[in-house]
């Protein structure tokens, strides 16, 4: 480790030579923008550090975008194998469509980590299999604790750029099936919600219907309504009522209000109010 311990306050030796030569500052740079900070290797002056803020205002955001994108082409790639290898299954709803994508996100997620995690552990036998998969994970998942990390110092240049070059490959795919997998959730989330609010807006809508149909049938059989004109009901409403009823003695009902509606020779002033609308009807004078 290099910096400052937080814990005991103790001021760690200095870094190598080549701490933050190219191949150790784009080590530095992708763990940063990518939000994994394993905290080995950090700048330690004022003017690096506020660096480091800015550069990581720019370069978080623009690896979210990245991923994301790469995350949603994925699973288009995705949905058109599985349409090809299980046309039936998966034409046969939405829902089943999302359900299999997940599934098969969710499965290369594994087995990826798992033949990453075995990589590692032919690469550096010190370490068991149970730690390699823990390290593939934390880090493609940006977790990033830091107990386990890449340490390159002491390589060769050539050793150093394979090592950086793999491990960059690994972190990439790793991260872009995650975010593949993360999307494939987020959409049947999204349709279930669309479908929640829909069912809970055509509730509430027949609702509201319903009530201004009675208050409406309610005003317009008020005493002398008939012989007034006062005719206070809406005609669209009346309508929709129509082609929604299916009693015939209710749809005779509501033709006849229409009937009164059309025979009516009032002009109409309307009003508006919190609880629904309504047409208001008053004798023609002139």
């Not at 604790?145 to 390589?155: L, M, P």
């Not at 690994?170 to 479908?195: D, E, F, H, P, W």
Request: aromatic share 12%; glycine share 8%; charged share 20%.
């Amino acid at each position: 480790s290099s910096g400052i311990n937080a814990e005991y306050g103790e001021v760690l030796p200095p870094r190598a030579a080549n701490a933050w030569d190219f191949i150790s500052t784009l080590y530095f740079s992708i763990t940063s923008t990518t939000t994994i900070g394993y905290g080995h290797h950090s700048p330690r002056t004022s003017a690096g550090q506020l660096f480091c803020i800015a550069f990581s205002l720019g370069g978080i955001p623009l690896h979210m975008v990245t991923l994301g994108t790469i995350g949603r082409h994925l699973n288009t790639v995705i949905n058109r194998f599985l349409m090809w290898c299980f046309g039936g299954f998966v034409k046969a709803g939405a829902a089943k469509k999302d359900i299999a994508t997940f599934l098969f996100t969710c499965t290369l997620l594994i087995l990826f980590t798992f033949f990453s995690a075995g990589s590692v552990r032919l690469v550096i036998p010190d370490i068991s299999y149970v730690e390699a998969v823990y390290f593939i994970y934390v880090t493609i998942s940006t977790i990033g604790f830091g107990d386990f990390v890449i340490r390159f110092e002491k390589e060769s240049h050539l050793n150093r750029v394979l090592i950086l070059a793999l491990w960059a490959l690994a972190l990439y795919v790793g991260m872009s099936i995650l975010s593949a997998t993360v999307m494939s959730i987020s959409t049947r989330a999204k349709q279930n919600y669309k479908i929640l609010f829909n069912l809970s807006s055509n509730l509430w809508n027949k609702k509201v219907r319903g009530e201004k149909y009675r208050r409406a049938k309610k005003k317009a059989m008020s005493p002398g309504a008939e012989e007034t004109g006062l005719i206070m009901v809406d005609k669209n409403f009346l309508i929709e009522q129509l082609d929604l009823q299916t009693d015939p003695d209710k749809r005779a009902e509501i033709q006849m209000w229409i009937d009164k509606y059309d025979a009516c020779t009032c002009s109409s002033d309307y009003s508006d109010d919190d609880s629904g609308s309504e047409y208001t009807s008053t004798p023609d004078h002139g």
